[in-house]
């Protein structure tokens, strides 16, 4: 049975048991179906063998040479990951565009005796779904961007307005960075299009009637863009701006990049790429800070000098915020107390 994605909301509803992307590991990894375990039926390497040989050889061969090696790694998921699974699992298949590895695998599928869907169009399909989302469609709901200089602790202010019911999007949080040249994150940035569709699942489940917080971000959030429907929407919609004294933002900053601090090299390694802007001697004397442990003082000049210079322009073009939170301290019963200060001036 085919089942065809009519929007990305649908997936969500989808009455199926679990969802199988057969596709290779690398396509896997750049982007899948929100919640699809990888069962391969072609290996990276594989796959690349038997395109060669369809194109260099003979078709005949290639589809002969793939059949036997989608039958013998089928047979590895039937004794491995799916031997538990009883007569009642209800799987949804699918691969790139639906077409023979999907139906190879689901074949096989059948005639254990479980009942497979195939998704019509494969992962082509739900692709079409996130750029229609997100590039083609206007943003659905109302963006109240929640602004500050560096270290006002805006992501955990995300966090305290989730808590109080508000609807949020934390993209530092989808694209795994902290939006800043000290920003990366261990493990990386997912691909772009993998970014885009945790983005799009977010999106699909907002109620277009409430008001969504997003940290004011620049059109980049690391490596990762912020595609155009959401940013529209950013570049046009209010802002509540957070404020802290410097010691409470130093605090934060050395609570939030921890990880970065514990890593001498790393963090040595990203000063240095701030010489273009302050110079060699400004930053070897940081990098000395950081060798120092001086994480606090270090993170007081940056501010100063690097991230508040640049916040001040940023911040002429978006005018007058709706509302302005001072805190005196980033703990969390502050957080929780500003998040409540910025529901009501919203509402």
């Given at each position: 049975m085919a089942l065809e994605l009519t929007s990305l909301a649908a997936l969500a509803a989808l009455d199926v048991d679990e969802i199988i992307d057969v596709r290779s590991p690398s396509e896997y990894a750049e982007d899948h179906l929100p919640g699809a375990v990888n069962l391969p039926v072609l290996s990276d390497e594989e796959r690349a063998r038997v395109g060669t040989i369809y194109v260099q050889q003979d078709r005949f061969l290639a589809r002969k040479v793939g059949a036997a090696l989608v039958a013998r790694n089928a047979a590895h998921h039937l004794e491995g990951p799916l031997a538990g699974k009883d007569g009642g699992w209800r799987p949804l298949v699918y691969c790139w565009r639906g077409g023979q590895r999907s139906g190879s695998f689901a074949s096989i599928l059948e005639q254990v005796g479980w009942?497979?869907?195939?998704?019509?169009?494969?992962?082509?399909?739900?692709?079409?779904?996130?750029?229609?989302?997100?590039?083609?469609?206007?943003?659905?709901?109302?963006?109240?961007?929640?602004?500050?200089?560096?270290?006002?602790?805006?992501?955990?202010?995300?966090?305290?307005?989730?808590?109080?019911?508000?609807?949020?999007?934390?993209?530092?949080?989808?694209?795994?960075?902290?939006?800043?040249?000290?920003?990366?994150?261990?493990?990386?940035?997912?691909?772009?299009?993998?970014?885009?569709?945790?983005?799009?699942?977010?999106?699909?489940?907002?109620?277009?009637?409430?008001?969504?917080?997003?940290?004011?971000?620049?059109?980049?959030?690391?490596?990762?863009?912020?595609?155009?429907?959401?940013?529209?929407?950013?570049?046009?919609?209010?802002?509540?701006?957070?404020?802290?004294?410097?010691?409470?933002?130093?605090?934060?900053?050395?609570t939030a990049y921890a990880d970065l601090l514990e890593d001498a090299e790393a963090l040595e390694e990203v000063i240095g790429k701030l010489v273009p802007y302050h110079g060699r001697e400004t930053c070897a004397r940081w990098q000395e800070m950081a060798r120092a442990g001086a994480f606090r003082d270090l993170a007081a000049e940056l501010v100063t000098r690097h991230y508040d210079p640049r916040y001040a322009k940023s911040a002429a073009h978006r005018g007058a915020p709706r509302a302005v939170i001072p805190m005196e301290r980033l703990d969390e019963a502050r957080l929780a107390e500003g998040a409540r200060r910025i529901l009501a001036a919203i509402a």
């Amino acid at each position: 049975m085919a089942l065809e994605l009519t929007s990305l909301a649908a997936l969500a509803a989808l009455d199926v048991d679990e969802i199988i992307d057969v596709r290779s590991p690398s396509e896997y990894a750049e982007d899948h179906l929100p919640g699809a375990v990888n069962l391969p039926v072609l290996s990276d390497e594989e796959r690349a063998r038997v395109g060669t040989i369809y194109v260099q050889q003979d078709r005949f061969l290639a589809r002969k040479v793939g059949a036997a090696l989608v039958a013998r790694n089928a047979a590895h998921h039937l004794e491995g990951p799916l031997a538990g699974k009883d007569g009642g699992w209800r799987p949804l298949v699918y691969c790139w565009r639906g077409g023979q590895r999907s139906g190879s695998f689901a074949s096989i599928l059948e005639q254990v005796g479980w009942r497979v869907s195939l998704l019509k169009g494969g992962y082509r399909s739900y692709r079409r779904l996130v750029v229609r989302a997100l590039y083609d469609a206007p943003f659905p709901a109302p963006v109240v961007l929640v602004d500050g200089m560096t270290g006002t602790a805006k992501t955990w202010m995300l966090a305290h307005l989730a808590k109080a019911g508000a609807q949020v999007i934390d993209l530092e949080g989808l694209a795994k960075h902290r939006g800043s040249v000290f920003g990366a994150r261990p493990g990386g940035q997912p691909s772009q299009k993998m970014f885009e569709s945790r983005l799009a699942a977010e999106v699909a489940a907002l109620d277009p009637a409430r008001p969504v917080f997003v940290e004011a971000e620049s059109a980049k959030v690391g490596e990762r863009i912020v595609p155009p429907a959401l940013w529209a929407a950013m570049k046009a919609a209010p802002h509540v701006r957070l404020e802290a004294p410097l010691a409470a933002r130093s605090d934060y900053l050395t609570t939030a990049y921890a990880d970065l601090l514990e890593d001498a090299e790393a963090l040595e390694e990203v000063i240095g790429k701030l010489v273009p802007y302050h110079g060699r001697e400004t930053c070897a004397r940081w990098q000395e800070m950081a060798r120092a442990g001086a994480f606090r003082d270090l993170a007081a000049e940056l501010v100063t000098r690097h991230y508040d210079p640049r916040y001040a322009k940023s911040a002429a073009h978006r005018g007058a915020p709706r509302a302005v939170i001072p805190m005196e301290r980033l703990d969390e019963a502050r957080l929780a107390e500003g998040a409540r200060r910025i529901l009501a001036a919203i509402a």
